[in-house]
């Protein structure tokens, strides 16, 4: 039953899906209670506990490891997943299902399709849950930040991004949203320069802490953050709002 990906790839789907692999972390934290997970990279760490065959990272799945698994169907994403890895589970004859996320509306849209259409189940309840929670998100000032994500070299989140958007519908101008790049490399004395309101530091996909980042901004406020409420789309979507909101002040 061929249906159309993300990315308008043709995906032929069986009518009925048995067995699921997951590339995404946060894509493996939503179907986990299908009963249909059987394989899931070593970064998937929620929920905790999963016991499902592990298929390496992200960037770099064990190919052949996957296709002993037999799955109906694999899960990626356009940003988390390296082309040439899917291209290679195509040519074993597995169907693959790539989802592009890079707003909240997107997050609700794609992420329906990829149960209904791509796994043949039924909308989670979280999922309606988590589209009334942000229905519901109405910030009470707004403030600009700079999200840096790694050090040595620093980048930040810049244009185009799941994260961007996050902030943005919790009341917080990114202001490197206007940057060519989504993630550009940029010395902290110029991130400095920009005098954000607030310095938002999520613990991945580099672990800020209280010991490691706020000290390279003397002067500015900064805003320890979970990362997975700022860049996963699956069932943290529910806690997000309330959760960063009460850490970013607005």
Same mark, same amino acid.
């Given at each position: 039953?061929?249906?159309?990906?993300?990315?308008?790839n043709?995906?032929?789907?069986?009518?009925?899906?048995?067995?699921?692999?997951?590339?995404?972390?946060?894509?493996?934290?939503?179907?986990a209670?299908?009963?249909?997970?059987?394989?899931?990279?070593?970064?998937?760490?929620?929920?905790?506990?999963?016991?499902v065959?592990?298929?390496?990272?992200?960037?770099?799945?064990?190919?052949?490891?996957?296709? *002993?698994?037999?799955?109906?169907v =694999?899960?990626?994403?356009?940003?988390?997943n390296?082309? &040439? +890895? $899917?291209?290679? #589970?195509?040519?074993?004859?597995?169907?693959?299902?790539?989802?592009?996320?890079?707003?909240?509306?997107?997050?609700?849209?794609?992420?329906?399709?990829?149960?209904?259409?791509?796994?043949?189940?039924?909308?989670?309840?979280?999922?309606?849950?988590?589209?009334?929670?942000?229905?519901?998100?109405?910030?009470?000032?707004?403030?600009?930040?700079?999200?840096?994500?790694?050090?040595?070299?620093?980048?930040?989140?810049?244009?185009g991004?799941?994260?961007?958007?996050?902030?943005?519908?919790?009341?917080?101008?990114?202001?490197?949203?206007?940057? *060519?790049?989504?993630?550009?490399? =940029?010395?902290?004395?110029?991130?400095?320069?920009m005098? &954000? +309101? $607030?310095?938002? #530091?999520?613990?991945?996909?580099?672990?800020?802490?209280?010991?490691?980042g706020?000290?390279?901004?003397?002067?500015?406020?900064?805003?320890?953050?979970?990362?997975?409420?700022?860049?996963?789309?699956?069932?943290?979507?529910?806690?997000?709002?309330?959760?960063?909101?009460?850490?970013?002040g607005?």
């Open positions: 039953m061929p249906v159309q990906d993300d990315l308008g043709v995906v032929k789907i069986p009518a009925k899906v048995r067995r699921v692999v997951s590339l995404v972390p946060s894509l493996t934290e939503s179907v209670d299908t009963g249909l997970l059987v394989g899931a990279t070593e970064w998937c760490t929620h929920p905790e506990g999963l016991d065959t592990r298929v390496k990272g992200t960037k770099n799945p064990d190919v052949a490891k996957i296709v *002993e698994l037999q799955p109906d =694999v899960l990626a994403n356009f940003e988390e390296r082309e &040439p +890895d $899917l291209q290679e #589970l195509r040519e074993a004859g597995i169907a693959v299902w790539v989802t592009r996320i890079r707003t909240v509306e997107e997050a609700f849209q794609s992420l329906g399709r990829m149960f209904t259409e791509a796994c043949r189940t039924g909308k989670p309840g979280w999922l309606a849950e988590a589209e009334a929670v942000w229905a519901e998100v109405r910030p009470e000032r707004r403030r600009t930040a700079v999200v840096p994500i790694w050090r040595r070299p620093w980048m930040v989140v810049g244009s991004t799941f994260t961007g958007d996050v902030l943005r519908r919790l009341g917080v101008d990114n202001l490197f949203e206007e940057h *060519e790049e989504r993630y550009p490399k =940029v010395p902290v004395a110029e991130i400095a320069a005098r &954000p +309101d $607030l310095v938002v #530091l999520p613990d991945e996909p580099y672990s800020f802490t209280a010991d490691d706020p000290e390279c901004f003397p002067g500015l406020d900064t805003a320890l953050v979970s990362g997975r409420l700022l860049t996963w789309y699956g069932p943290s979507l529910v806690q997000a709002p309330a959760t960063l909101r009460a850490a970013l607005t």
